[in-house]
């Protein structure tokens, strides 16, 4: 990340480094103080910025909600998946357990769930919005090539498409589910999901 900083005009890679302060700033205090309890004002003060500067980079509390969820993601879950790998489960069952972990481990946190929802509705490509730290993505493309070298998923379309596909669909499971789902509802969508999953990576 900082090299490709590094190789940006000195304008941009200082909006960059800005950015990164307050992301950085809001997971800290999302982390201790929890995420109801944090304010803009403890979020900018926190990175050192002013209050304006900070809503011109992100206009609402609930906006920095995806880069928490992403290091929650990369810090807890990401590791996880990689470990499961190593022991070349199916690709149904380590899909199964990338979105049941997600889940469990960000999802259940208050408001997270919600604000998610609400965040991926907004008009910016949702996937785009997911995969602003590629962690989430990364792990996908990881997932389809092991079972590409197994012979589980077809061959005829890239590693990094299919990816992107099975990640989009996820997140259209998120963003139409109810507010007022359960696990048991969670893990029924899930379950039909990778049911047609099965299929469509096969080819």
Do not use: C, W
């Not at 408001?111 to 997911?130: H, N, V, Y």
């Not at 590693?159 to 696990?183: A, F, H, N, Q």
């Amino acid at each position: 990340m900082k090299q490709e900083i590094d190789r940006l005009p000195l304008r941009e890679r200082n909006r960059q480094r800005t950015m990164r302060r307050i992301i950085e700033a809001a997971i800290e205090l999302f982390s201790t103080a929890g995420y109801d309890q944090t304010t803009m004002d403890n979020i900018a003060d926190k990175a050192e910025v002013s209050r304006a500067t900070l809503f011109n980079y992100f206009s609402t509390k609930r906006a920095l909600l995806l880069p928490f969820a992403n290091d929650l993601y990369e810090k807890n879950i990401q590791p996880q998946i990689l470990s499961y790998l190593k022991e070349q489960p199916a690709t149904r069952d380590v899909l199964r357990f990338l979105f049941m972990s997600i889940y469990e481990q960000v999802l259940t946190l208050p408001e997270m769930e919600r604000g998610l929802r609400a965040e991926l509705f907004q008009p910016q490509p949702a996937m785009m919005k997911l995969s602003h730290g590629h962690g989430f993505f990364k792990t996908l493309v990881t997932i389809v090539q092991q079972g590409q070298q197994r012979g589980e998923i077809r061959t005829d379309i890239s590693d990094d498409k299919l990816g992107r596909y099975v990640g989009t669909l996820y997140v259209s499971l998120l963003v139409m589910e109810s507010k007022d789902s359960t696990s048991t509802s969670y893990v029924s969508e899930i379950d039909t999901l990778l049911a047609f999953l099965q299929g469509a990576l096969k080819g």
